[in-house]
């Protein structure tokens, strides 16, 4: 591994392996999101939507590329390859890699205020009191939807938090990348292979 470089796991449908052949490269079309998520994601493609569009103020977006592919930081905490998918190993330049914690994307996925501190979480719900309200979940769907503007953008300012890693783990940091070129694979991870047998 270079010094320019970064290791990353990610499982795929093992239909990436055509493009990947053809092609030389694997991107994400928001369709793929769609499908992944069923009936619950219309909910989810606009957390998916902000992301996209946030992080490609980070890291450039080819124009040709819709949403991100989700990679782990480590063989341990990667998905396993299971019937019908691959995992790739691969070596990714540096500046590729767009960083953040899996756990703060809860509160983006689920469209809440994402706070700084503990100090900030207690303020936030202070806050909410004030303006009479029992539920921030309500804000993007449900009985509030569109009364309180300054409120959506107070939390999705929040948002912003979820690239700011307070503990770097290989459970809760996340390496997304938007294309999976040839040059990056390494290897190709069949389901019964031993991923967590990579020692590299």
Not at 10 to 33: F, M
Not at 61 to 68: F, I, M, R, S
Not at 91 to 119: G, H, M, Q, S
């Amino acid at each position: 591994m270079g010094q320019d470089t970064v290791r990353l796991y990610t499982r795929q449908n093992d239909k990436t392996l055509l493009p990947l052949e053809k092609q030389g490269r694997i991107i994400n079309q928001r369709a793929y999101v769609e499908m992944h998520f069923g009936d619950i994601a219309p909910l989810f493609l606009e957390s998916y939507d902000w992301f996209t569009e946030t992080a490609a103020k980070r890291v450039p977006k080819p124009e040709d590329v819709q949403a991100p592919i989700w990679c782990s930081i480590s063989a341990e905490n990667c998905l396993k390859p299971i019937d019908g998918t691959v995992v790739y190993v691969l070596e990714v330049p540096k500046e590729k890699v767009i960083y953040f914690d899996e756990a703060k994307w809860d509160y983006v996925l689920n469209r809440i205020y994402l706070p700084k501190d503990a100090r900030d979480r207690a303020a936030y719900k202070e806050h909410l009191k004030e303006i009479g309200i029992s539920n921030g979940f309500e804000f993007f769907e449900g009985r509030y939807k569109g009364m309180y503007p300054e409120e959506e953008r107070r939390i999705k300012d929040s948002w912003q938090r979820v690239f700011e890693i307070d503990s770097w783990t290989i459970f809760n940091v996340c390496g997304n990348i938007w294309e999976i070129k040839e040059e990056y694979v390494q290897e190709i991870v069949y389901p019964g292979d031993d991923l967590e047998g990579l020692t590299y």
